[in-house]
């Protein structure tokens, strides 16, 4: 069995009963040619639902379904989600399409909030004609900006310290209008939504169109290592984050969406398990044998308002869904680095 398979195992196994709501239901997931997204539609076609695809591949790429084209219950639509019509009937709608890379989201700001505000309005919309059983946004942890000490671990019930003006806003406030449309489309036309605030998420395929160039730092530094070119670090690399593995993530996206009884809840979805930059570096340093040489450049994008700390408090995904991350950062980071090999 090959270890995308073994992945895709353990997310099934990590499902239990719920996991029989898939068969048979019909789900349009925007964002699905992207990494997330890619995990997205493959447990679902494995699992007999059928998948409609929406991608306009400005992120993502379609590398990462290729696997897929030819099963008769996945299609995919190279489309904008601000423009996607549909005659088809759904039964759930997992709206990600978003540019999700700070590189990438500087570089098309507009284009970024276009899909976080016009994008999900439009998905709403879809959702309320058709009354469908569940709506899932895939929103961030970045709605809560640079976070003080004292909320680390951040809760889902912290209001965020965000700022609407600058090199970070396009996504943020993307997001967190995302967040606005969905609670108001519940509360207004009773449309059953669920928001997962994700928190940093890694795995294969993260960044497959170009993980050199603007990469996200964990896969950017893998592939870097891997290659056993030279590593830049952003600041003195003190600044933390939460990685969570991708099968830990889709089982509770897929909890999230599933379980009955919990429409219009906002639920952090991550791990635990924080660690500084630096310690990442050396830790990737370590698993993959490199002699990557560690150089001090200027960014290659606008790093101020990045956050200090990240990591998620999981008490309510822990309560509500029975849900919590269990790959070790290091097993994760070692399947993450055989997948780099592999793929070259
Ligand atoms: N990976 C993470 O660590 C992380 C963290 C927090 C939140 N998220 C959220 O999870 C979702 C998936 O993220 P990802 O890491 O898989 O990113 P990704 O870039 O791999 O996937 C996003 C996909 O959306 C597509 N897309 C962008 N704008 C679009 C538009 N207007 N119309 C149609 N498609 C469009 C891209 O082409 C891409 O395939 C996003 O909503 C992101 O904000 C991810």
Redesign the pocket.
């Known amino acids: 069995m090959s270890m995308l398979e073994n992945d895709l195992g353990e997310i099934k196994n990590s499902l239990g009963e719920h996991g029989k709501q898939i068969s048979g239901r019909n789900f349009l997931v925007?964002?699905g040619?992207?990494?997330?997204?890619s995990w997205f539609c493959d447990t679902i076609v494995s699992m007999g639902g059928t998948v409609v695809c929406?991608?306009?591949?400005?992120?993502?790429s379609e590398k990462n379904i290729a696997h897929l084209l030819k099963a008769a219950n996945f299609k995919f639509v190279k489309?904008?989600?601000?423009e996607f019509e549909t005659g088809e009937k759904f039964d759930y709608i997992v709206h990600?399409?978003?540019?999700?890379?700070p590189p990438l989201y500087q570089k098309f700001p507009v284009?970024t909030l276009?899909?976080g505000v016009l994008?999900t309005k439009r998905m709403l919309e879809i959702a309320r004609k058709q009354k469908v059983k569940g709506f899932l946004l895939?929103s961030?942890?970045e709605v809560y900006g640079n976070p003080p000490n004292e909320m680390i671990p951040t809760p889902e019930n912290y209001y965020g310290y965000v700022n609407s003006y600058g090199p970070r806003s396009m996504y943020d406030e993307s997001?967190r209008c995302a967040e606005a449309y969905c609670y108001s489309y519940w509360k207004q036309h009773n449309v059953p939504v669920r928001i997962a605030r994700?928190?940093?998420?890694y795995g294969p395929r993260?960044d497959t169109k170009n993980p050199s160039g603007y990469g996200r730092a964990l896969i950017k530094f893998a592939y870097l290592a891997v290659n056993n070119k030279s590593i830049s670090m952003y600041g003195d690399g003190s600044q933390t984050r939460s990685f969570c593995y991708i099968t830990d993530q889709i089982a509770g996206l897929l909890k999230l969406l599933l379980l009955p009884n919990i429409d219009g809840e906002v639920v952090n979805i991550g791990s635990e398990e924080e660690i500084s930059i630096g310690d990442l570096i050396k830790t990737i340093l370590k698993l993959t044998g490199s002699s990557s040489k560690l150089i001090n450049t200027k960014p290659a994008y606008d790093i101020r308002d990045d956050p200090l700390r990240r990591k998620p408090d999981l008490s309510k995904a822990k309560k509500m869904l029975g849900w919590g991350a269990k790959t070790s950062l290091e097993h994760g980071l070692s399947k993450t680095i055989s997948w780099i090999k592999e793929s070259g």
Do not use: C, H, P
């Not at 990600?96 to 890379?101: D, Q």
């Open positions: 925007t964002g040619a992207g990494f997330i997204g929406v991608d306009n591949l400005s992120a993502g489309a904008g989600v601000e990600m399409a978003s540019i999700a890379s284009e276009d899909s994008g895939t961030t942890s997001k994700i928190f940093n998420t993260l």
